[in-house]
């Protein structure tokens, strides 16, 4: 199975070569799976619009607020961008890895990114619209061709692709007024449903799967075509390719210098975080209204997300060359070795927790309350990562 981390996959190859300098990768992709959680647990328990405008369901005071402004800064689109460089990382290791054994690197790329492709179609249709699976797989078949061109080259297409979708953006919210009117108003409408829209969508959540696989597949649809070519495609590929770059470089494997780690660490901590958090103020200023939010006010932390990514890969390079906390560092990397299927059973739990299956607290938690159940399950699947890899070398997806 071409694994949703493409690093994770590849490691069966390596894996006899006992070599401390892969840990790097299975360390950052440990650390990654934990903070995408707590974007998707979002997305998970509360309804549809609540995600992308934190104003749209439940209150937003107190606690409540300051959950999502933690969220937004130190989490949103962050560990989306790291396992979007990691898998491009893997790529460009798989690849290497094929040649050397004297096979078809290309048919072999295809062949697993289809069935990626095909595993994210039915991730998304069957159990939650949010999949990425799908959008790497076509991504990672796009992007194929570049693998052998220079970091240099690599970083000034990444950054041509990034600016891409960032000008698609900006370009929809400078000409937002002279769209067609039922344009617009759709949009308002999907930005802040109406109370009677949101109350159907939790009914739904909260039954059993007769209920709500139909509402999965119509979002999982929108997902897939219009907001993925528009505006996942552009951003994920740029990512890709600087993953390339940075793999390619020697830095995510170890053979970077230390200082090169420090200034990722430094640089993209404070670039990150100063825009995100500017973003955060100016978005509360317009008081997450769609023409601004969606679009411009988005901005801050489409570049913000970025440079923070870099810094909290620059971190845990670091971390990975010292002697702190050697406890946590091996069951992150225990972890990031079975990401695949610890990515699939952040869903399956989510089902359990929110859905008619389980014990349906969709649209039930507030959103510190969802920050709990973060923390719940970053526990027991670090235990039972740690658990599983002491008996077996890979997940069960990950064979």
Known sequence: MAGLFMVSDQSKAISTEQSDRWES??????????????????????????????????????????????????????????????????IVLFTERAEQRGRSPLAMHVRRNLWLVLFGLLHAHLLWFGDILFSYGICALLIYPFRRLTPRSLIMW????????????????????????????????EWQPATAEISEEVALLRGTFTSWQPFMSSGAFVVQTFIFWFFILWR???MMLLGMALFKSGILIAQGSRQAAKSMMLLGWSLGLALSAFGVWKNLEHGFSVDYSQFLGSQWNYWGSIATALGIMGTILLWNSSDVLPKWRRALCSLGRMAFTMYILQTILAIFIFRGEGFAQFAQLERWQLLVVVVAIWVFQLLLATAWMKRYQFGPLEW
């Open 25 to 90: 990768l299975d360390l950052i992709r440990g650390g990654a799976l934990l903070g995408i959680l707590v974007m998707n647990i979002q997305s998970f328990g509360l309804p549809a619009a609540a995600y992308m405008n934190p104003a749209a369901f439940g209150d937003l005071t107190g606690w409540n607020l300051y959950a999502w402004i933690c969220s937004h800064i130190f989490f949103d689109s962050k560990f989306m961008a790291i396992f979007s460089m990691l898998f491009g990382a893997g």
């Open 158 to 189: 990444a950054l041509f692709l990034i600016l891409v979708g960032s000008a698609i953006n900006v370009f929809a919210g400078l000409t937002f007024e002279h769209w067609p009117e039922n344009d617009r108003i759709e949009l308002e409408e």
């Open 236 to 238: 994920t590929c740029g």
